[in-house]
């Protein structure tokens, strides 16, 4: 089955279809490939991976109204609703069956049975890791395109450490099959697609910003090491800088007063078993320095499992939330290793000393499956934690954070009114009859 060009986008399926219970195409083990990888790390032997130019100059960019097919009357509802609300979880790809992905998939789906337009999600983001091992395209079908079939809205990605890597059994390009089926040139069905309806995704590249009314995301590729997280180097250059420079000078020239967010797979700060990437993020850091823009947040997955934390910065008090959101379907893994207690929150990460801030892990998950759910009105960003194990049916978060965007501090957030006051009198009154 080749590629399909089509005039326009297509998300999910016309009619909602069972859960799959197993895979199409069976996933053997990696272990083989793994230990290879594992003897090449213990020799310093794994270097990141240099990767195709992404469309559109130094700072690619890529709207809202661009992947909804050029439909602005979508985009002015949503500016007209007064706010904005997306997914993103990482980590989403599992080998061994489809059972936790469809949970977490099957959650999502359902916020879209909302009654006021605001409330429902216009995307989702996927912050890396989206087929595994080694980002296969022959496993793209199992670990995307069947899992969000019923998903009807587009979905975007950060590229992973897996989505690039590559292996040592295997003679394929780096992030052959992500390009393909997340950085087309035009809408078309692919082959990886299976059959099913959803178009391969039109972004410029593996970095790029993204545009939507009330908010822009800066995406970038973390590359392909366990740990730690490279944006550059000796080895893929300083585009990936460049780029960030020139976005953010443009928000300054712009005087942009939305929500910012920056996008990777590899997280800032971690606690757990995957470490922080510290290095990546002072290379973040220096830019935003420069041109005095700091985001209103930074999103990453890798580690699998749900971790919140606030940076408080030093110079002038203002509050960063990073959240790490990698349990979209993989296997999960604990922050305590094993054997060693349970770890309570919060807690300090990084003491402020010296040139460092404040950094403190607010909360976490690591027993279940989840993903974010984001909420961006003009003056409020409000980052949703949703744990899949609640069921479709439940709209309470388990953990949330509000950023207060020009204060930037974590705020309460303004709730929307959404009638309960009306219908309250209403039941009221029918009471006194």
């Known amino acids: ?21 197993v895979f199409r195409v069976p996933h053997p083990s990696d272990d083989a490939s793994y230990k290879e990888i594992d003897t ?80 429902v999600p216009q995307f989702a983001l996927m912050l890396g890791d989206v087929v595994y091992s080694f980002g296969e395209g022959k496993y793209y079908y199992d670990q995307f395109y069947e899992p969000y079939r019923d998903y009807p809205a587009p979905i975007l990605a950060c590229a992973g450490n897996h989505d690039g890597m590559v292996s040592p059994e295997a003679h394929t390009a780096s992030l052959a099959a992500f390009l393909r089926n997340f950085c087309a040139q035009s ?12 178009t391969a995704q039109i972004q410029p590249g593996v970095f790029f910003t993204f545009e939507a009314p009330f908010v822009r995301v800066l ?45 990777d797979h590899h997280p800032p700060y971690c606690a757990g078993g995957h470490g922080s990437s510290t ?12 041109n005095g823009v700091w985001p209103h947040a930074f999103l990453s997955g890798h580690a699998h499992n749900y971790q919140r934390f606030t940076r408080t910065r030093s110079a002038d008090g203002t509050q960063i ?39 403190v892990l607010e909360n976490y998950d690591d027993t279940n499956y989840g ?25 309470a978060p388990n953990d949330y954070v509000a950023i207060d965007l020009a204060k930037r501090k974590i705020a309460h957030f303004v709730a929307p009114d959404m009638g309960l006051p009306v219908a309250a009198r209403a039941v009221r009154a029918m009471l006194k009859r």
Request: glycine share 10%; charged share 20%.
């Open 321 to 359: 939330p990073y959240i790490v959101c990698g349990n979209g379907g993989h296997g999960l893994i604990k922050l305590a290793a094993y054997g060693a207690p349970t770890m309570r929150v919060p807690q300090i990460a990084q003491a402020a000393s010296g040139g460092d801030d404040l950094v």
């Open 40 to 119: 090449l790390n213990a020799e310093h032997k794994l270097f990141p991976l240099p990767f195709p130019t992404p469309r559109g100059g130094v700072e690619p960019r890529l709207t809202l109204a661009d992947v909804f097919g050029g439909n602005t009357a979508a985009i002015n509802r949503i500016t007209a609703s007064g706010q904005i609300a997306f997914h993103a979880l990482g980590d989403c790809g599992n080998t061994k069956g489809p059972a936790t992905q469809n949970e977490v998939a099957d959650k999502m789906t359902a916020d879209f049975n909302e009654t006021t337009p605001g409330e």
């Open 187 to 198: 809408f078309l069905v692919t082959p990886e697609a299976g059959g099913l309806s959803r």
């Open 219 to 263: 995406v970038i590729y973390s590359n392909t090491l366990e740990d730690p997280g490279v944006i550059s180097d000796s080895n893929i250059g300083r585009t990936q800088l460049e780029f960030l420079d020139a976005a953010l000078k443009r928000i300054k020239a712009e005087k942009f007063n939305g929500a910012l967010l920056i996008a």
């Open 279 to 290: 290095d990546m993020l002072k290379q973040i850091d220096a830019i935003c320095e420069t």
């Open 371 to 395: 993903y974010l759910r984001v909420v961006v009105t003009g003056a409020q960003l409000r980052i949703e934690y949703h744990s899949a194990s609640d069921g479709p049916n439940s709209k």
């Open 1 to 21: 089955m080749g590629e399909r060009a089509l005039d326009r986008p297509v998300f999910g399926q016309p009619q909602p279809t069972p859960d799959p219970t």
